[in-house]
């Protein structure tokens, strides 16, 4: 298995995982155009697509999934209250929306997935844990917190993504008003470096041997700050740390160095 990365941050989200040749997106916040760019990249046709998995409703979550939809015939997964948003937000799509139950695994062609809550200021928002023939990709961004729901299903991930969204410095001495500031330092808000650094370390100390951070903020925080923070939570550990690109290309693989573009 793989995870490929086609963008991650405030802009929009978007990735995917593959086994051989099928392969499950996760998230559709980024143009159809992109998505097909990065898929084509990747050498996945979108109409291989398995499924498409949305996390919450946010717009740099799903802002290219109504175009996208066009391209693919793949069912698309939400926990119920995403599904629901998703409905209403694209009507003419209803019935491509499928409810998908939380902490409840099912199979998707050759993929066991389950979703699990995260904390964020939204009516229900889920990371995603995929696995196939024993190897097993997990990701959990837009959270406030680290939950013992989360440690639970992102242990054992031989690949994980997890939030490094900002410096807490950088976001105090930025330009955010206060009740901007306040929402991402809120428990339902966004995790900073030094929170993914302590839970990078509980991970690699499970045995997670590949890391990628996810959506760093443009404004408050430094792609080279977030790694320099969690690398050395984990100095003692084999564990490689990535960050993902706001927009462009990362392919880690479970077994090989990973692929930038």
Known sequence: MDLTVFASGSTGNCCLVRHGSEGVLIDAGI???RICAGLAEAGMDPAALTAVLITHEHTDHISGLRVFLKRTDAPVYAP??????????????FDRFGTFPLETGCFLGPFEVLAFPTPHDTLQSAG??????????????DTGRVTDVMRRYLAGADIALIEANHDPDMLRLGPYPPSLKRRILSDRGHLSNHDCAALAAELARGGTKRIVLGHLSRENNLPGLAL???????????TVVYAAPEA????????????FA
């Not at 995603?128 to 961004?141: F, I, N």
């Not at 320099?228 to 084999?238: C, G, I, K, N, Y």
Request: with cysteine.
């Open 80 to 93: 119920e209250l995403v599904a629901a948003a998703l409905r209403r937000e694209f009507p003419e799509h």
């Open 31 to 33: 143009s159809a155009r």
């Open 228 to 238: 320099r923070t969690v690398r050395a939570a984990l100095a003692d550990t084999e």
């Open 248 to 259: 462009g290309f990362l392919r880690v693989e479970t077994e090989a160095a990973p692929c």
């Open 128 to 141: 995603w844990r995929v696995s196939a023939e024993g190897t097993v990709v997990a990701l959990a961004t």
